[in-house]
């Protein structure tokens, strides 16, 4: 009885941790996918910069 015991109490623990971690990956993902983001948006503002900073003096992007 005891060895059932600790066996539904063991399993009970590792389901818990199981979720735990599951959580964990979920909130890192979501980080994941926010940094995605906004990296595409910087990536896009550097591009329409350059093409200013080319537009308005295109020997100034050879400095770069």
Do not use: G, H, Y
């Amino acid at each position: 009885m005891a060895k059932a015991a600790w066996r539904l109490n063991t399993a009970k623990v590792w389901k818990e941790e199981a979720e735990a971690q599951k959580a964990r990956a979920d909130r890192l993902q979501d980080d994941m996918d926010e940094i995605k983001e906004r990296l595409s948006r910087i990536e896009d503002e550097n591009k329409r910069l350059i093409e200013l900073l080319t537009a308005l003096d295109p020997a100034s992007i050879r400095r770069i």
